[in-house]
C-alpha cells in the first residue's frame, strides 16, 4: 500500500511539473504581442532598456564628473600665489640691470607658460611697473631729472625685434654716427638697413624704418664695426676729422677693430687709410 501510494505521488508531481513547464500564466500570456513577445500594457511607460545600455550611457558621465576636481579656496588662493611669484620674478629681473632694456614674453620663458607670462608683464603694466614700448615688447622706465623717465630705447627695440630673425640689419646715418658720439644730431627719423623685410614702426614721436639694402651695405652688420663703417660713409671724406679717428681708436676694443679689419678691403677705397689708422692699438 505504501509503495503503491509512493508511485502515484511520483507520478502526479511529474505530471505536475510538465504542466508547469508547457503552461503559462495567464497574465503573461495574455501579455504576449502576436508575434510571441511580451507586450506593454497600455499607458505604460516604456522604460524597459537593456542594462548594458544603460551602463554605456553613464559611464562618460560620471567620468566626466569624476575627473572634474572641485575649485575650493585653498586652490584659488595657490593660483594666485603662482601669478604673484611670476610677477615677482619677472620684476627682480628686471630690476636686476643697471640700464634700461627692451624685452618681450620670450626672455621669460623660464618662468612658465607663455600665456602666463604675457598676463605677467601685461598686471605689471597696469601698475606702471612696466611700460609696453609696443605689442610684444616692454621696458622698465628709469626716473629723469628733466623729463620724468626715460624714453625707451630705439636701438634696443631694434635689437629684440631682429634677436631671433636671420636677416642682416644695421643703423645708418645720422643715428649711426650720433650712437658713435661723433654728431649731436638726432634725426627724427631712424633708418636700419636689412637685406630682411622693409617696414616702418612709430616708437612715441620717433618713426623707424627698415630700409632693404644690398649687402655691400650691411658690413659688419649688427655690431660696432658695421656702425663705424655707417658713420663713415655718412660723415664722408670730408667730415672726417683726425679727432674723430682718435676718439674711434680709443672706443673701440680689440675686438671690434678684428672686425673691422676684416671688412676693410670691402669697403670703398677712400675709407680705407682711415679704418686702418682707427685699428691701430691705442
Not at 671724406?237 to 679717428?245: A, H, M
Request: glycine share 6%; with cysteine.
Amino acid at each position: 500500500m505504501v509503495a503503491q501510494s509512493l508511485k502515484r505521488e511520483t507520478r502526479l508531481t511529474v505530471s505536475g511539473s510538465r504542466l508547469a513547464a508547457n503552461r503559462e500564466p495567464e497574465t503573461v500570456a495574455r501579455a504576449r504581442d502576436g508575434q510571441g513577445k511580451l507586450a506593454r500594457p497600455p499607458g505604460e511607460l516604456a522604460l524597459a532598456v537593456h542594462p548594458v545600455k544603460i551602463i554605456a550611457f553613464i559611464s562618460p558621465i560620471l567620468s566626466s564628473f569624476l575627473s572634474q576636481k572641485p575649485t575650493s579656496f585653498c586652490d584659488k588662493m595657490a593660483k594666485q600665489d603662482s601669478s604673484q611669484s611670476i610677477d615677482e620674478a619677472i620684476l627682480k629681473s628686471v630690476r636686476a640691470t643697471k640700464s634700461a632694456f627692451t624685452f618681450s614674453a620670450k626672455d621669460f620663458s623660464r618662468l612658465g607658460s607663455s600665456d602666463a607670462i604675457r598676463k605677467a608683464l601685461e598686471r605689471l603694466t597696469k601698475q606702471n611697473l612696466l611700460r609696453r614700448v609696443r605689442r610684444g615688447f616692454y621696458d622698465r622706465p628709469r626716473p629723469h631729472p628733466l623729463l620724468g623717465q626715460t624714453a625707451p630705447d630705439p636701438m634696443d627695440l631694434v635689437r629684440q625685434m631682429m634677436k631671433n630673425s636671420s636677416a642682416q640689419w644695421q643703423a645708418s646715418g645720422a643715428y649711426a654716427a650720433n650712437l658713435l658720439h661723433l654728431s649731436e644730431q638726432v634725426p627724427s627719423k631712424i633708418v636700419i638697413l636689412t637685406d630682411g623685410v622693409p617696414r616702418k614702426i612709430r616708437l612715441e614721436k620717433l618713426m623707424i624704418e627698415f630700409r632693404r639694402a644690398a649687402p655691400r651695405y650691411l658690413l659688419g652688420g649688427g655690431g660696432p664695426a658695421g656702425l663705424v663703417f655707417q658713420a663713415l660713409r655718412y660723415l664722408g671724406p670730408k667730415g672726417i676729422t683726425p679727432e674723430i679717428t682718435t676718439r674711434l681708436r680709443r672706443q673701440l676694443t680689440p675686438q671690434d677693430k678684428a672686425d673691422l679689419d676684416s671688412i676693410a678691403m670691402s669697403t670703398p677705397a677712400w675709407m680705407r687709410p682711415i679704418l686702418r689708422e682707427i685699428s691701430e692699438p691705442v
